[in-house]
């Protein structure tokens, strides 16, 4: 699965206001909301879902990257929002360091196989230093897209 069959565009936020990572998860949900990604009616529930799933273990993958993810009956289809926090905050990494870079995924509860598919993607680019470090200075939803574009074009870049 690729990026550009997943990630909403409109909901990127990259320069999230919020100070620590349930002010993140909320600011993107809602992001995702506003861009028609996820029913309005729902947010406060997805952010609920969310939070819980990121208080039963962090996704904060380490190397500034998390990847905050559940599936919710809400979700009509796999649903990604990406922001960035400039200063950084404490998403309980495993590496202990700061997370800047937040890929928030929102998948449907009867579909799990596009849940691993667009998970798999997600993973196998955070995994490499040129990406994370490409993500970290996207300043606008166009240098995103283009990046993810590039990412899913050549899948060993």
Request: proline share 4%.
């Amino acid at each position: 699965m690729k990026f550009e069959e997943f990630v909403c565009f409109d909901a990127t936020i990259l320069d999230v206001q919020a100070k620590d990572r349930d002010g993140i998860i909320t600011e993107l949900v809602a992001a995702l909301a506003n861009a028609g990604g996820i029913p309005a009616d729902s947010a406060k529930d997805v952010t609920k879902a969310v939070i819980k799933r990121e208080n039963e273990a962090s996704t904060g993958m380490g190397k500034g990257v998390a990847v905050p993810h559940v599936k919710h009956a809400a979700a009509k289809k796999v649903v990604a929002a990406v922001g960035h926090s400039v200063a950084g905050v404490d998403f309980a990494s495993l590496d202990e360091q700061p997370v800047y870079s937040v890929i928030l995924l929102i998948s449907p509860v009867d579909n799990p196989d596009k849940h691993l598919q667009a998970m798999e993607n997600i993973f196998r680019h955070l995994q490499k230093e040129r990406f994370r470090k490409f993500l970290r200075q996207c300043r606008n939803a166009d240098e995103l897209r283009d990046l993810l574009k590039e990412a899913d074009e050549n899948p060993s870049w």
